[in-house]
T-cell receptor, first 113, second 117 residues
Framework: SQQGEEDPQALSIQEGENATMNCSYKTSINNLQWYRQNSGRGLVHLILIRSNEREKHSGRLRVTLDTSKKSSSLLITASRAADTASYFCATVDYGGSQGNLIFGKGTKLSVKP | GAGVSQSPRYKVAKRGQDVALRCDPISGHVSLFWYQQALGQGPEFLTYFQNEAQLDKSGLPSDRFFAERPEGSVSTLKIQRTQQEDSAVYLC???????????????FGSGTRLTVV
């Protein structure tokens, strides 16, 4: 079963604009990760935020985490056409296999040049 | 190699046919995961190996699915008597550690797209 939901399911913006994607999850977590998936390709790890962190930056990426609301957001600033992809949040399930990732359904981002 | 390699890249199988999907993880990586990704969905966990031991197979959808990693490196996911609902992308991921690294997360292969006709 999937952990939660990304919101929105699809997002279309112009190059140079910022893109914000949200993720909600259901269980207590140790950390939350964001991945990108280009069409027909595997997932690429973008950023990991631990449960005791509230915000983290990596280049044009900014991730926030609100454990009281069980939600996270991914902000991509100054978007580029190359950012067009699907973005997934994932949490780690330590109850079973010591690190199995549970993914949401993803946000499909389209950045128009 | 430098990344996780999966083969074949695409596989078309007739319903009822058996298929075998291969994953070559990053050398030395302890953990190996298989995921199934249906069209428009996020990946869903199938099974997990720590070296050669299959520690969790709770995500395998039926007894037609079988995975192995006999020498703790290459893994094979086998699907017997394929059905149309098995059509999906099958992703393999590996990790250096048992638990998620603070910096790198998991490394995924490009997947095998299985189409059952």
């Amino acid at each position: 079963s999937q952990q939660g939901e990304e919101d929105p399911q699809a997002l279309s913006i112009q190059e140079g604009e910022n893109a914000t994607m949200n993720c909600s999850y259901k269980t207590s977590i140790n950390n939350l990760q964001w991945y990108r998936q280009n069409s027909g390709r595997g997932l690429v790890h973008l950023i990991l935020i631990r449960s005791n962190e509230r915000e983290k930056h990596s280049g044009r990426l900014r991730v926030t985490l609100d454990t009281s609301k069980k939600s996270s957001s991914l902000l991509i600033t100054a978007s580029r056409a190359a950012d067009t992809a699907s973005y997934f949040c994932a949490t780690v399930d330590y109850g079973g296999s010591q690190g199995n990732l549970i993914f949401g359904k993803g946000t499909k981002l389209s950045v128009k040049p | 190699g430098a990344g996780v390699s999966q083969s074949p890249r695409y596989k078309v199988a007739k319903r009822g046919q058996d298929v075998a999907l291969r994953c070559d993880p990053i050398s030395g990586h302890v953990s190996l995961f298989w995921y199934q990704q249906a069209l428009g969905q996020g990946p869903e966990f199938l099974t997990y190996f720590q070296n050669e031991a299959q520690l969790d197979k709770s995500g395998l959808p039926s007894d037609r699915f079988f995975a192995e990693r006999p020498e703790g490196s290459v893994s094979t996911l086998k699907i017997q008597r394929t059905q149309q609902e098995d059509s999906a992308v099958y992703l393999c991921a590996s990790s250096q550690l048992r638990a998620v690294s603070a910096r790198n997360g998991y490394t995924f292969g490009s997947g095998t797209r299985l189409t059952v006709v």
